[in-house]
């Protein structure tokens, strides 16, 4: 029989990007405890913002959470927010209710209550944590959580990266009614900006700062590496609405797992794109002395604050190397450069499900599946161990992050081409103006009740969701 000793975490704020290795204490406890107490919290990551967010453990992100795999997670969460709330463990598969998805999972955990979640994180990776009642997650109540994976490829330095974005919270409900007027900020020659029609523009949210782990450039926490070291970087994009372009000036980019899960082969890239709620781990190689910017590009005048100096010993102060915030001409992460394209394995006898995303279009609060909102969109019936396919077909002009709890689905298709290497993910944008794409997964979860979404804050509030029910 296993000793059973728990770890007492600190929880404190993430201070501090540079992933240490666990500790030997650590990885001999069987429980990882961990109290996240939300609440209000004043965020001035740039001079003269005072934005009334909501944090775990008084931070924005919240602490970074580590488990070794195998190890089981216990985090009693303590909601001193003065509204609802829950957390949702974003890329796990677990009991269904430790899911945390309010009024479908578990009731909301109300205003001064607490409630014990508690599982063995699977499968290892790049997950995060946020709340899963309306404004919680866009006001501030995330973090990243890292299930290590003690067969995973051992960097020399590993930083943990969040980025998030300070919105404007006052354009969150014109956007919601779809008579917004915040302009789009995706960087040049993104496809974003691309496949716009104007006929759609009141859906974005404006934000008024941008940040890594808690803080805006020059302010954000440099990254120090050494000549010679191979590098890991886990990113999140925990922004509500916008895809993030991440770049690091004067390097390529090696990146091996998506929404945590390793990718069936690595793909090298001048940039990432991570769509909302999406985690890419990305490597690099320091080859020679420098400082190099680690940047979010986006054409919003504020963007360039979405930064993080990554430096060898002696060049902290040096002007760092940047790109422009643009991406033109730039080689960057797509699902069909990881996959491949060719044929795929027919998936026989699966049950197979076409859901068309679509809008309402101009001042319009509806976003829908097959023309209906949640909770009357068609739900997903299985028994154990279907075999389940979705197609998306998307008639809107924005992407959707499409998210299904409690499972990891393999993306199978692209825009009628399929990948020769199935995509392991929990999130995956679906291209707008006509853009398909095809989910693969096995119904071997824990039996209950799963969310399958929009990401998009905006859109989920605006009914794109449905259900995955086991029977
Ligand atoms: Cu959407």
Redesign the pocket.
Known sequence: MRRSSFLRASGGAVAVAALAPLSERALASDVVQYTLTAGPLRFSPVPGQNFAGLGFNGGIPGPLLRVVHGQRLRAKFINNTGQGSTIHWHGMILPNKMDGSEGVSQPAVPPGGSFLYEFSPEPPGTRWYHDHISDGLLRGLFGMIVVEDPRDQRADAEFALVFHDVPKMATVQPAMMGVGSAPMTDPAGSPELIQMNDDKMGDEVAFSAHCINGASYPNTKRLAVKVGQHVRLRILNANPTQTRYVRLAGHRLTVTHSDGNQLPQPVEVDALRVGVAERYDAWFEVSEPGAWLLQGLSTDPLAYEQAAVVHTPGMENTSPLSNPQSLEGTDYFTYVKAGGTGSVMPAQGAKHYDFVLDDGKYGSSR?TINGKTYPNTQRINVHRNDLVTVRFTNKTD?D??MHLHGHVFEVTEVDGLPLARPLPKDTSLVRGNGGTLSWRFRADSPPGRWLLH?H?AI?MMDG?MTLVQYG
């Open positions: 976003w924005m959707h992050p929009c998009n859109h794109m």
